[in-house]
């Protein structure tokens, strides 16, 4: 009898461990309202060609708990104005830790190059935009029980429609669907659902407000985001 006790203890005991350590390894942060704030430029220096520039600082928790930074640049040609081609770069960082599992994975880091095609066109008042991006990304994972990293490439395609609708001279409402779907492994990535408000505050300024739902194979993230977008023409004013 006092045999059988013993192995239910230890059966107990192991099954409590179990559970706890799985509850552990599912704390990834999907249960928490993040933000992302960004910033968007398009700076026209040529009557065909303009700079894009990019900053998003990402995070598990509203403002706090860091989880990414992205820096994005490229080249743009303004086919005519509803047509764009652009080529450009970006570096991601990643703090993929959250509550618990800091000592899994220290930092990864993303050189990505990317390729993408924009069409617009109007429909009513309606403003849509279609967005085509090939993105070749050279990712290093820091082991930090290793001075080694392990690198890999993938491939990536995306794309997004984006809608517009002008409330007034000032305010509009902005709404997009994007997915990510891997030229290499599962097909599908990720998808994002957004929702905003904006307003126009200067003549080359606009600011956005909404909310992100980023899904996952195996997560669901919201995400509130703040945008800054800031579109100078920096061609140099001829004098009449």
Do not use: C
């Amino acid at each position: 009898m006092k045999k059988n006790n013993s192995f239910m203890k230890k059966t107990i005991l192991l099954l409590a461990l179990f559970f706890t350590l799985s509850n552990v390894a599912q704390e990834i942060g999907d249960n928490k309202l993040g933000s992302w704030h960004m910033y968007f430029g398009t700076n026209k220096v040529s009557e065909k060609l303009s700079i894009h520039t990019e900053a998003q600082l990402r995070y598990y928790e509203n403002g706090k708990n860091f989880n990414q930074l992205l820096l994005r640049t490229g080249l743009n040609y303004h086919i005519n104005p509803d047509a764009i081609v652009t080529g450009g770069y970006a570096y991601i960082s990643t703090d993929p830790s959250f509550e618990g599992n800091e000592n899994q994975i220290n930092n990864i880091s993303e050189h990505r190059i990317f390729e993408q095609f924009i069409l617009k066109n109007k429909v009513g008042r309606f403003l849509f935009e279609h967005r085509y991006r090939l993105e070749q990304r050279f990712i290093e994972v820091e082991n930090p029980n290793s001075p080694f990293f392990r690198k890999s490439t993938q491939h990536r395609a995306r794309y997004r429609i984006q809608v517009t609708y002008p409330l007034s001279d000032v305010f509009f409402l902005n709404f997009y669907d994007e997915i990510f779907l891997n030229l290499q492994d599962n097909v599908y990535g990720q998808n994002r659902l957004y929702g905003a408000i904006g307003a126009n505050v200067f003549k080359n300024t606009s600011v956005q407000i909404g909310f992100l739902k980023n899904h996952f194979p195996t997560a669901n993230f919201d995400r509130l985001q703040i945008g800054v977008f800031f579109n100078p023409d920096l061609r140099k004013k001829t004098k009449e």
